[in-house]
Each structure stands twice: as structure tokens, then as C-alpha cells.
């Protein structure tokens, strides 16, 4: 009977098992080899994969229980170790994503760019000027005839405590007085806070404004005072009237300019209350010279058109056909 068994273990569990047949026939003992007892564990996990093994290894009481079985069941706690590890890449891809974004935020504080640009051309920006003054009209009367006519407007420009200022005459608030004479004509503009002295000289057949005195008042007391008494300013002969419609700037003295717009002015020889013919200034005999031009040009071209008809015409009269 123990032989039986024996032969029945031994084909069931391989050759891993030998029989002890010296004992008695009441008592039979299996021997299990040391050897392949320690080697039980890695073939467990080879149980795993081949279940028919394990169902056979549950028909055996005692050798199925020999230490077998439990590793098996703590070979599955080794599973977790898997979650373990699984858990750890996930964060630190999260650890690396947030880094990267705050960089670039970092870089696009270049608002400094928007630092620079409030610096512009506010601060370089001059003043505002003035608009075109208003054309004033002012006489000066002998008796009962008028001696000097002016027509204009006037801006005064002016430097004072190193800082540039501007002024416009303002007809309506503005008086003229002055004087005429044989050689001399003076005229005089006053208003609340601008005295102009115009000086005119009479030279053989030519007139011509050869001095100007400014007196600007000041509110802080301190008045600005300028003169020049050599300019050769307007100067149109004798009998007619100096007219200079486009703006003229001249410049006075170091810290006085004088822009003048539809100027004409007469201070000798003023007949009827009225000016005589104008004589232009450069600038607006320039401005006459570019239509003249091209009236010139059309002139000539049309001139040359006709030339070439009529030349073309006597040459088809000369050929000696006849039309019928």
C-alpha cells in the first residue's frame, strides 16, 4: 500500500519526492528534499501563471501547506509596490508643468518698454501758436487829408528772462496816432499792453521803414524794450504804396522778431484817401512767376501746333492732286 501511494506521489509531484521504505509498514515517511523546498518560492510565482499546478498542489494535506501557500498570498502584496511607484512620475510631471509657466510670465513684465514711452514729445512739445492775426487798418490825417495809410496784421515776438514769448496786435483795441512830413512819417500803435513806433524815411525817389521801437508791458513790472534804428524795411518808391500779401518774418534785434501778414503800407503822398499802385514784394512777385510760366509754355506749344498745320497744309496743296 505505501508502494502505491509512493508511485502515486511520485508521478503527481515529479521526481522531487523520494520514499523512505525502511520504515515500518504502519508508519511511512515521505522525504521532502531540503534543496527543493528552498526552491519553492520562485516556482509559487510560476504557479500563479500555470493554475492546473496549484488546483493538483491542494489534493496533498500536509505538503501543500508546508510554507507554500503563504508567500503566495504575500507575493500579492508586492502589487502595491507597483501603485507605489505609479503615483510617484504623476506629480513630478505636475511639479515640472507649473515652473515653466510663471518663467515665461516672468519675461513678459516688458512693461519697462511702456516705462520708456511716457517720456515723448509732451515735454518737447513747444507752446501752441498764436492764431493769424487780424488785419488792421490805420490812418494818419493833416487837416482833413490822410498823409500815411497802413493795412496789416501784426505779430510780435519777443525774448524775455530767456524765455520766448508772443504777442498778436489787436486792431480793435488798438489807437494809431503819428506824424507826416516832407522827408519823415511816423506812425504810432498803442493799446493796453503794446506801443509800436513805425519811423519812415524819404530818400530822393525811394521811401523805405528804417526804424522800429517795441514797448511790450509786463506783468511782473519789468517792461521789454527794443529798437533798431537801421533797417531798410518796405521800401517802394515814391507816389505808390509797398504791399506784401504772403507772411514776411523779419527779424529786429537778438530777442525781437516782426511777422506781418496782407501788408501795404503808404507814408508819403497819399491822394484820396486812398493807396496808390502797389509795388510787390520779392515773395509775391515770386508767387506770380509760376503761373506766368505756364502761360508762357502754353503759348509756345500752341504756336507750335499751328505752325505744323499750316505746314502740312501747304505741302498736300503742292502735290498736284486734284479732288473732285
Known sequence: MFRFA?????????HDIMCDMSGAVGNPTIVLPSTQATTLPPTTTKATTLPPTTTKATTLPPTTNATT??????ATTLAPTTNATTPAPVPTTNATTPAPVPTTNATTPVPTTNATTPAPVPTTTPTPT??????????IKTGNSTCLLADFGLRIGFIQGGKGQEINLMPNATTSTGTCGVNTSELILT?????IIFSFNHEVKNFRLHALNVTIKSD????FKQANTNLTLWQAAVGSS???NKQQSYNITDVLTLDTYELRVQPFEVTKDKFSTAEDCQADGESFLVPI????ALAVLILIVLLAYFIGRKRNQGSGYESF
Not at 69 to 74: A, R
Not at 220 to 223: E, I, K, L, T
Open 191 to 195: 493799446s493796453d499792453v503794446i506801443t
Open 69 to 74: 501557500l503563504p508567500p503566495t498570498t504575500n
Open 220 to 223: 511782473s513790472g519789468v517792461d
Open 242 to 244: 509797398y504791399m506784401c
Open 6 to 14: 509512493c508511485v502515486i506521489l511520485f508521478l503527481s509531484l515529479g
Open 293 to 296: 510760366a505756364v502761360g508762357v
Open 130 to 139: 498764436l492764431p493769424t492775426p487780424s488785419t488792421g487798418k490805420y490812418s
